[in-house]
């Protein structure tokens, strides 16, 4: 075999294998593009859930407050229906008295 016949096998073979290097380089890339890219949505998501997660003891809060305040008013009312309930057990008026109808 020639000196020129060596050089051009060996030179196709660094071709063909430089070829493979660059085609797998380029299957690399494009798998840590896509990693980076989900990376990212994910992330991305993972802000909006720790967001949402400080913003719920605020919200139970506020909501606890409303509630005992439902709570206060419920009490007053009920007492006002007690009172009602007993005043029309006891008067032979009702409930003309009650609506303001005297007669």
Known sequence: ???????SISLLLFLVVAAVVALLL???RRT???IRTAAGAIWTQGQLVANNTIQIPML???TTRIVERIGGQIQIIDGA???IESHAAGC???PQ????KKE
């Open 92 to 94: 032979p008026g009702c």
């Open 1 to 7: 075999m020639s000196v020129a016949a060596m050089w």
């Open 97 to 100: 008295c009650v609506l303001g």
């Open 60 to 62: 139970l809060n506020r």
């Open 32 to 34: 840590a593009k896509q």
């Open 81 to 83: 229906t007690q009172a």
């Open 26 to 28: 380029e299957a690399v």
